[in-house]
């Protein structure tokens, strides 16, 4: 996957000083990224004071003009996934945990059970393309309201059953994570069906996150814990999510 920042900052930064500059962008301890880093905050706030509460578009049936191409990763192959994967997920269980007031688990079932919500939404991933798919599936304030968060608590944190990549300290598994202004946003739902049938393994069987407001690399997949957190600092390298960590914008909004 292309590093964004290349592609949308190359011209500041060859105008600062040349290709040596420009060059160092790509180093995760660069201080070009740190510097572009440095105004995340600053942008964030500027959109949400722009776009508020407001919902992103949805749209209707006939404008579902193929079917939802699957971003990241598509086949998760450790044991309890794969075992999970042959009897439907009836095994599943999604917990959440951390600064909470309840530990809770709750089945697919469970899941299903709880009030839902339908939306149709593009997904706009970073790589350039969009789909257009229905969605159904819980809201997530819904479920975190299960687990009566504290008051500290501030992100939300998804830990997901796809390995990544592979280092010599093991696997790493896929994680994001948003703030709980989405979390509680109505369009941000824990999505267990897609264009009217259960959710396809390639798409994130049996849940996938749908925040919808932001590109298609936050929604993470194959979710099997949430934690609440009142910090970011130690999830993986400090950034909030797997590709925030190597130089992403951890607020990806559109």
């Known amino acids: 996957m292309l590093d964004r920042r290349r592609l949308l900052l190359g011209g500041a930064a060859l105008a600062l000083s040349g290709c040596k500059v420009f060059d160092s962008a790509g180093q995760g301890d660069s201080a070009l990224r740190r510097l572009f880093a440095s105004h995340e905050g600053l942008t964030r706030t500027a959109q949400r004071a722009v776009i508020g509460d407001r919902l992103a578009p949805e749209f209707s049936e006939a404008d579902i003009a193929q079917g939802q191409r699957p971003n990241g990763s598509t086949d998760p192959q450790g044991t309890e996934y794969r075992r999970m994967a042959e009897t439907a997920f009836r095994d599943y269980r999604l917990t959440?945990?951390?600064?909470?007031?309840?530990?809770?688990?709750?089945?697919?079932?469970?899941?299903?059970?709880?009030?839902?919500?339908?939306?149709?939404?593009?997904?706009?991933?970073?790589?350039?393309?969009?789909?257009?798919a229905k969605w159904q599936g819980v809201p997530l304030g819904t479920v975190l309201n299960l687990a009566k968060p504290n008051l500290t608590a501030r992100y939300a944190v998804f830990h997901c059953f796809d390995a990544i990549e592979r280092s010599l300290s093991g696997e790493v598994f896929y994680y994001e994570s948003i703030d709980l202004i989405d979390a509680y946003h109505p369009q941000t739902i824990l999505a267990y069906a897609m264009n009217g049938a259960p959710l396809p393994v390639a798409n994130g069987a049996p849940l996938r996150l749908r925040v919808e407001r932001q590109l298609g690399y936050k929604m993470a997949k194959y979710v099997h814990t949430i934690e609440l957190t009142d910090s970011l600092a130690t999830l993986g390298y400090g950034k909030g999510s797997y590709w925030a960590d190597r130089g992403y914008e951890w607020y990806a909004g559109i």
């Open 96 to 132: 959440i945990t951390g600064l909470v007031e309840t530990l809770t688990t709750l089945s697919l079932a469970d899941l299903t059970a709880l009030p839902s919500r339908t939306q149709i939404t593009r997904h706009d991933c970073v790589e350039g393309w969009s789909c257009i």
